[in-house]
C-alpha cells in the first residue's frame, strides 16, 4: 500500500466549476502536510499547508482529519491556469522528509 | 534572498556512464538537502537527504550515491547508469514549513 494514496485522475471540469480533491496517508506518525501543485515538466511548488482545523487562501480551502488520515482541497471558481497535477504531501518529523502522493491532474477547460 | 539551482536541465546518458548532478544554495547556512527523483507516471521518490557536511542519509537501495562535500552543495553521482535511472530528479532543501525545489534535471538513459 502506498503511504499516501490520492485519485490520479485527470479532472476534466469547466471554467467557473468547483472541484475536490481527497488523500489519505497512512503513516499515524506525519506531522505536517501540504498540497503541491505541479505543471507540465515543472518542479513541484508548494500551494499551501494543510492544518486540523482546515484552512483556506483565496480560491483554495484545505482540510485534514487525522482520526480518518484524510485530506482535501477544494478549489472553487477554477480558472484555465489552475490546470496542473496537484500532489498531496505528508511530513514525517523522524525521518525528515516529505512523501508525496503520485498526483491528481485537473484540467480546467473553457 | 534564499535561491536553489540545479543543473544540468536536461541529460541525455548512453548506459553505463558516469553521472554528476549538482545542487547549490544560497542565502542560508546549514540547510537541509535533499534529493527526490519521478520517474513518468510515478510519484516522486525521497533518495538522500543530508542535515550536514559529510552526513547523508539513503532511502533505497540503488545505482546512486550522493555527497555533501560543502554546507551549500548537493551532489548526486553515478558510477554506470543503468536505462532504470531515467527520470526527473530534484533538490530540495527545507525553509520553514516548506520545501523548496530546484528546477530539476531531466535524464535520459539510453
Known amino acids: 500500500r502506498k503511504e499516501v494514496e490520492q485519485d490520479p485522475g485527470p479532472f476534466n471540469v469547466p471554467e467557473g466549476a468547483t472541484v475536490a480533491f481527497n488523500c489519505t496517508y497512512s503513516n499515524s506518525a506525519s506531522q505536517s502536510f501540504f498540497w503541491y501543485r505541479q505543471d507540465c515538466r515543472k518542479e513541484p511548488k508548494l500551494l499551501m499547508s494543510v492544518y486540523s482545523s482546515g484552512n483556506e487562501d483565496g480560491r483554495f480551502t484545505a482540510q485534514l482529519n487525522r482520526a480518518s488520515q484524510y485530506i482535501s482541497l477544494l478549489i472553487r471558481d477554477s480558472k484555465l491556469s489552475d490546470s496542473a497535477t496537484y500532489l498531496c504531501v505528508t511530513y514525517t518529523g523522524t525521518a525528515s522528509k516529505l512523501t508525496f502522493g503520485t498526483g491528481t491532474r485537473l484540467q480546467v477547460t473553457l | 534572498s534564499q535561491t536553489i539551482h540545479q543543473w544540468p536541465a536536461t541529460l541525455v546518458q548512453p548506459v553505463g556512464s558516469p553521472l554528476s548532478l549538482e545542487c547549490t544554495v544560497e542565502g542560508t547556512s546549514n540547510p537541509n538537502l535533499y534529493w527526490y527523483r519521478q520517474a513518468a507516471g510515478r510519484g516522486l521518490q525521497l533518495l538522500f537527504y543530508?542535515?550536514?557536511?559529510?552526513?547523508i542519509s539513503s532511502e533505497v537501495p540503488q545505482n546512486l550515491s550522493a555527497s555533501r562535500p560543502q554546507d551549500r552543495q548537493f551532489i548526486l553521482s553515478s558510477k554506470k547508469l543503468l536505462l532504470s535511472d531515467s527520470g526527473f530528479y530534484l533538490c530540495?532543501?527545507?525553509?520553514?514549513?516548506?520545501?523548496?525545489f530546484g528546477s530539476g534535471t531531466r535524464l535520459t538513459v539510453v
Open positions: 543530508s542535515v550536514g557536511i559529510g552526513q
Open positions: 530540495a532543501w527545507r525553509i520553514g514549513g516548506g520545501y523548496t
